[in-house]
């Protein structure tokens, strides 16, 4: 026959302890970002299209150091294609494509992708990434292309 012990104040303070924070996780949401890792060694700068609201967007500059990742859009992903454009601003090399839309040297925030050297933006490539739908991605710029997630690195 088992007889009852007395429960001891380390039981007792580990059950209040979870009881608080298994709530707490549970209400905690899931990281939902577009994120760019910078895997080389030089200083890159990000500009990031895509469709709003009002129509299309572009919005810029956020800075990644090397080896380091930035996130570029917060929040759930709700497009299925974003439009990236990088620059490692020291020695002139890009990551860039054939979607243009406008950009400035300064921090900016450019509604509609038409018209840009009249409108006194510049008019930049930048390059297609598909989300697949997923309510978050992270993207690899390296020496020497863009990694994409959905290739497996052995090809």
């Given at each position: 026959?088992?007889?009852?012990r007395?429960?001891?104040?380390?039981?007792?303070?580990?059950?209040?302890?979870?009881?608080?924070?298994?709530?707490?996780?549970?209400?905690?949401?899931a990281r939902?970002?577009l994120?760019?890792?910078?895997?080389t060694s030089?200083?890159?700068?990000i500009?990031?299209?895509?469709?709003?609201?009002?129509?299309?967007?572009?919005?810029?500059?956020?800075?990644?150091?090397?080896?380091s990742c930035?996130?570029?859009?917060?929040?759930d992903?709700n497009s299925?294609?974003?439009?990236l454009f990088?620059?490692?601003?020291l020695?002139?090399?890009?990551?860039d494509?054939k979607v243009f839309?406008c950009?400035?040297?300064q921090?900016?925030?450019i509604?509609g992708v038409?018209d840009?050297?009249?409108?006194?933006?510049?008019?930049?490539g930048?390059f297609e990434?598909?989300?697949?739908?997923?309510n978050?991605?992270?993207?690899q710029?390296?020496e020497?292309a863009i990694?994409?997630p959905?290739?497996?690195?052995?090809?």
């Amino acid at each position: 026959m088992t007889s009852l012990r007395p429960v001891g104040n380390l039981t007792l303070l580990l059950a209040a302890f979870f009881s608080l924070l298994l709530p707490m996780l549970a209400a905690t949401p899931a990281r939902a970002d577009l994120r760019v890792c910078n895997q080389t060694s030089k200083t890159v700068s990000i500009a990031l299209g895509y469709r709003a609201d009002r129509g299309w967007q572009s919005e810029g500059w956020w800075v990644a150091a090397p080896s380091s990742c930035t996130t570029v859009f917060k929040g759930d992903l709700n497009s299925r294609f974003y439009y990236l454009f990088a620059a490692d601003d020291l020695s002139g090399g890009a990551w860039d494509g054939k979607v243009f839309m406008c950009t400035q040297d300064q921090t900016f925030t450019i509604l509609g992708v038409e018209d840009c050297l009249a409108r006194g933006y510049e008019r930049t490539g930048f390059f297609e990434v598909d989300t697949e739908n997923r309510n978050d991605w992270t993207l690899q710029l390296t020496e020497n292309a863009i990694t994409d997630p959905r290739v497996p690195k052995n090809q």
